[in-house]
């Protein structure tokens, strides 16, 4: 089987990683990987290099648009990825397309397929991130896909909910796990080496703030309030090792600002990405996690690390005990990172369960494409209907002229 895989950025390909090599290496497939989006930027750390570092032969680079800069060039971009990618998955001619979550360049990829008639398998659906973009771009990629390959097991009745199948979805736990589990992550000494600083002094922040995209106007102010708010709270001690926001609305001034914010100090430190093994590292050591990535909701709580999550960016996500919410209002996230920093929180979390699975992500989702079938019967889709019950006649619709 010919499994094309997506790839547009740092976040997607740390967790696409291990399927990756697992696709690579196992006889039965044959893998083509299409790298697009921010990997290809200079802004964004111009990653693809750590994917050829990797030594994963790249089938093919996809134009997915310029960095968003303006209004309009999210819904551009979309379509100039759709072009490309249409071009690139004639010229592979995959039996299958992998894709993980809900940036645009997926589903950009996604689209190229359905016209293309080549099944899609999707990994991290029935998710909610509904302070973004994202939230509607995850649930129309399960509509488009054929196999699902979800975090857990309420994601997984979320995904019929949508109307898919049952048979066709399949509980895998998160992708991101695995490679915690794989890699030989780095002591404090030569993480703080890697990322080219003299030492990494206590207390310890990971900081990722994306905007919260379906509001990029107020991006730029919550920005300052959290940065202001971790000012306060460290009072002059400790490090910050920032990277810098995804590519989506509201981008441009949140990394204007987290650019200013580390300028001015020399306790702040910014990097376009870090990389798989930087960054995991970084989460080992660090004392708390402030911002509002998925991987905080979903990675960091194998570490049973503290975290402020800020914001709605991720509401709707599954929140385990290390999370504590905040809004994007200065005194509320520094009274959340004072929380966060206490060592009576962080040795609460001793006992803690990760919901998102024990990280053998990559062999389940190779044991189900290999048996997966073929032709029209995995292309054929049927729409599943939730069986009757009582919610049918507890339902208040907006509107409803049938009614009695």
């Known amino acids: 089987m ?4 997506i790839s547009g950025s740092r976040a997607d ?16 497939f044959e893998l083509a990987l299409l790298v697009s989006a921010m990997h290809l930027q200079e802004a964004h750390g111009m990653t693809i290099r750590e994917i050829e570092a990797d030594g994963f032969p790249i089938a093919a680079r996809v134009n997915a648009g310029e960095p968003i800069r303006r209004p309009g060039d999210f819904a551009r971009n979309l379509g100039t990825a759709t072009v490309a990618f249409t071009d690139a998955l004639a010229e592979s001619r995959p039996d299958l397309l992998l894709v993980l979550g809900d940036r645009y360049e997926v589903l950009a990829g996604a689209l190229a397929a359905t016209g293309l008639s080549i099944p899609i398998a999707h990994l ?5 991130s509904e302070g973004s973009l994202d939230d509607a771009m995850r649930h129309c990629l399960t509509k488009l896909a054929h196999l699902h390959f979800v975090a857990t ?10 109307g898919e199948e049952p048979w066709r979805v399949h509980v895998v736990g998160a992708a991101g796990l695995e490679s915690i589990l794989g890699l030989d992550l780095l002591d404090r000494g030569a993480l703080a080496e890697a990322l080219s600083l003299a030492r990494l ?4 922040l990971a900081f990722t703030l994306h905007p919260a995209s379906l509001e990029p106007d107020q991006a730029g102010e919550e920005a300052r309030a959290v940065a202001s708010a971790v000012d306060d709270v460290l009072d002059g001690q400790g490090t910050v090792v920032l990277t810098l926001p995804n590519d989506d609305p509201g981008s441009a001034e949140v990394r204007r600002q987290l650019l200013a ?3 001015a100090s020399d306790r702040v430190h910014a990097f376009p990405s870090l990389g798989q093994l930087r960054y995991l590292s970084l989460l080992r050591h660090s004392d708390a996690v402030v911002g509002n990535s998925s991987s905080a909701v979903i990675e960091a709580p194998a570490f049973k690390l503290p975290v402020v999550n800020v914001g709605e960016r991720q509401r709707g996500r599954i929140q385990p ?15 959340a990172l004072r929380k966060a920093l206490d060592p009576g929180f962080r040795a609460s979390l001793t006992d803690m369960e990760n919901p998102y699975g024990d990280g053998q992500v990559s062999r389940r989702i190779l044991e189900v494409l290999a048996a997966a079938p073929s032709g029209e019967r995995l292309r054929r889709k049927r729409f599943f209907d939730l069986p009757d019950s009582s919610w049918r006649s507890g339902l208040r619709l907006g509107a409803d002229p049938c009614a009695s």
Do not use: F, M
């Open 261 to 263: 914010w580390a300028a």
């Open 153 to 162: 097991r309420q994601y997984a009745e979320r995904v019929c909910q949508l």
């Open 13 to 28: 390909y740390g967790l696409l990683r291990p399927t990756i090599s697992a696709l690579h290496d196992d006889p039965r």
């Open 2 to 5: 010919k499994v094309a895989v």
């Open 321 to 335: 005990a290390n999370v504590l919410g905040a809004p994007a209002e200065r005194a509320a996230v520094a009274a």
């Open 124 to 128: 991290h659906g029935g998710e909610l």
């Open 201 to 204: 002094d206590a207390p310890l």
